[in-house]
């Protein structure tokens, strides 16, 4: 159900501004849309895990405050984000 660590790297290596950034907001962001897809896949199977439901919100909510973050700060990136990780405003 959670990201293993060649996934979580690949990840990072693609979104990653520079050699050394693991912790961008950008990085962040798509680490967070692939667990929450995987959370999504797996609630539909397992309708009553009310601690992944919990778990899920809590990255939604993440991945949220994050978005706010770019889109105040830095408006081109933030609309580069959405349309790499097909996300709504």
């Known amino acids: 159900m959670s990201l293993k660590r060649k996934q979580k790297r690949k990840l990072i290596t693609d979104t990653q501004i520079h050699e050394t950034d693991t ?3 950008q990085v962040q962001i798509a680490i967070l849309t692939k667990e929450i897809t995987l959370l999504t ?8 895990d009310h601690s992944a439901r919990r778990g899920l919100l809590g990255k939604v909510a993440q991945r949220r405050k994050l978005l706010t973050y770019l889109r105040m ?17």
């Not at 896949?41 to 009553?48: A, D, F, N, T, V």
């Not at 700060?73 to 405003?89: A, C, F, I, S």
């Open 23 to 25: 912790g961008s907001p």
């Open 73 to 89: 700060n830095k408006p081109q990136d933030y609309q580069k984000v959405l349309e790499t990780h097909g996300l709504k405003r």
């Open 41 to 48: 896949e797996h609630l539909q199977m397992h309708k009553k």
